[in-house]
């Protein structure tokens, strides 16, 4: 596993303690619930789930060739992460204020998740390929291209017609 994966996993638990902290928080001062509940529904679904997403599928998924990822693992990570961060603050801060400022932010949080997203679809997309593929490239098993199949021999016929 790479730091970015390992990486990927520990923030998406981090978001997954802090989506249930701020579920207590608004449980306790239920006034916050209007500026908050879509941040929250964001970190869970967003922080916690595509993060962990993210993460075991750059663990998990087969790399043709063996290829490595880094910095499309650490570009997605980035991206990903600072997305949310800013949401976690613009978003609250612009809909109790309706400030511009916190607006812009919001928006650029979106931006960012956005960019995260479009990183880790270009970097799986390098990883989704049939097995043909691989096949062609040499890559369909460890060991090089596949043993070729040969059909099936004809039956003995001796009954002589």
Do not use: N, Y
Request: net charge positive; charged share 15%; glycine share 12%.
């Amino acid at each position: 596993m790479s730091r970015w994966q390992v990486a990927f996993l520990r923030a998406a638990l981090g978001w997954l303690v802090a989506t249930g902290l701020l579920g207590v928080v608004v449980g306790i001062w239920p006034s916050l619930a209007g500026p908050f509940r879509t941040t929250h529904a964001h970190m869970g679904l967003v922080g916690f789930f595509l993060g962990m997403v993210m993460g075991v599928a750059f663990w998990m998924l087969p790399r043709p060739g063996g290829i490595k990822q880094t910095a499309w693992e650490r570009a997605t990570f980035l991206l990903l992460q600072a997305g949310l961060v800013l949401r976690v603050v613009s978003e609250p801060a612009w809909r109790m204020t309706l400030a511009r400022g916190w607006h812009v932010a919001f928006v650029a949080s979106g931006v960012l998740v956005l960019a995260a997203m479009v990183a880790f679809a270009l970097a799986m997309s390098r990883r989704v390929v049939t097995l043909e593929t691989l096949r062609a490239k040499g890559l369909g098993r460890r060991g090089g291209a596949a043993p070729k199949k040969t059909a099936p021999a004809a039956p003995d016929d001796e009954s002589g017609a």
